[in-house]
């Protein structure tokens, strides 16, 4: 089972990593995509477009390095319901879009919808599957405040 955890969290990092380095080249066009879902306000976009490259590429870099893997997984399955939802909201409201998934002009799909719910189960399975990251210790000094 190790084994088939640390290749899930392996192909979900590469395969976020892939998708990052797809928009980098042209982030006008990504964010292009994420104003196309009609959700996001106007004068956020840019800023929502770049936040989604940048947080993608961190998790997927802490999931191949098996650095906070399971916080990674979870920001991952986040942002995976996050597009879920909103690709669903907008083909339920008959948005003709691209996805903006993979930096293509593919156009969004109720299988694209499937596909990101297995991407947000398999990040789920490998939150489940990877170990706490170690927590710092607790301090035992006290607080000179409470000495009498």
């Known amino acids: 089972m190790n084994r088939v955890a640390t290749a899930a969290r392996l192909l979900l990092g590469a395969l976020f990593l892939w998708a990052s380095a797809t928009k980098v080249p042209d982030m006008g066009a990504f964010a292009e995509s994420v104003a196309n879902y009609r959700i996001v306000p106007a004068a956020l976009v840019s800023a929502t477009a770049a936040m989604v490259v940048g947080v993608e590429i961190a998790a997927s870099v802490a999931l191949l ?12 399955a986040a942002l995976l319901a996050v597009f879920t939802v909103g690709l669903a909201s907008a083909l339920a409201r008959g948005i003709d879009l691209a996805c ?4 293509g002009n593919d156009p969004a799909t109720w299988w694209t919808v499937l596909r990101d719910l297995v991407l947000l189960a398999l990040a789920l399975g490998v939150a489940a599957s990877s170990r706490p990251s170690p927590s710092r210790p607790v301090s ?3 607080d000179p405040a409470s000495i009498p």
């Open 65 to 76: 390095a098996n650095l906070w893997s399971r916080a990674a997984a979870l920001v991952l």
């Open 100 to 103: 903006g998934c993979f930096g």
């Open 140 to 142: 035992r000094t006290p």
